[in-house]
């Protein structure tokens, strides 16, 4: 199984950012998928779960409105709209899939992971 991030980049406060990641070996269309970030020296932040069928997403307060996260499985792909970015969006973002011990979207282990892509908001 592996996930691939991409779409990080150098951005300016305010602008935007569309972070893709692709799923491949398992049927990413049954799984929900997870996005995080990491800024150094903190642990991950859940930012964000998307529902297997697209049926529902869910956000943490601090990316709630911004954000959007949605899924093409004809593609085994899912996305991470990201707008109106902040100096403290910056950090390496991941996408999880195969969560256990789950209450709604936020689960306590993640069973795959992608390598990370960088999110850098400065003027």
């Known amino acids: 199984v592996q996930l691939v991030e991409s779409g990080g980049g150098l951005v300016q406060p305010g602008g935007s950012l569309r972070l893709s990641c692709v799923v491949s070996?398992?049927?990413?269309?049954?799984?929900?998928i997870y996005w995080f970030r990491q800024v150094p020296g903190k642990g991950r932040e859940w930012i964000s779960g998307i529902k297997f069928d697209d049926s529902m997403a869910d956000y943490a307060d601090s990316v709630k409105g911004r954000f959007t996260a949605s899924r093409d499985n004809a593609r085994n792909t899912a996305f991470l709209q990201m707008n109106s970015l902040k100096t403290e969006d910056t950090g390496v973002y991941y996408c999880?899939?195969?969560?256990?011990?789950?209450?709604?979207?936020?689960?306590?282990?993640?069973?795959?992971w992608g390598q990370g892509t960088q999110v850098s908001v400065s003027s």
């Open positions: 999880a899939t195969d969560g256990n011990y789950c209450s709604g979207l936020q689960c306590k282990e993640y069973r795959y």
């Open positions: 070996g398992l049927t990413a269309s049954i799984y929900n």
